[in-house]
């Protein structure tokens, strides 16, 4: 038996639209960091492509951070 998705996708779309540039990329790594936890339970053979993509945005993320604190500091 199919699960079926009742995803509201517009109203996603919609809530994070025009939040913060830092915040999406914060959500993102959320996202992603919840997906490779569902990956590695289930042994799926593309968990480590995501973990690479987790770790790229987890050092986005530092980065701007980085970036933010910089800027308060001038």
């Not at 042994?43 to 308060?72: C, H, W, Y």
Request: aromatic letters at 10%.
């Amino acid at each position: 038996m199919a699960q079926q998705n009742d995803f509201d996708f517009k109203a996603f779309s919609n809530l994070t639209d025009r939040i913060p540039a830092g915040l999406q990329v914060f959500l993102a790594q959320q996202l992603l960091s919840n997906a490779l936890w569902s990956y590695e339970k289930f042994d799926n053979p593309r968990a480590d492509e995501v973990r690479g993509i987790f770790a790229e945005v987890k050092a986005l993320r530092s980065n701007l951070k980085a970036d933010a604190a910089a800027r308060e500091t001038k």
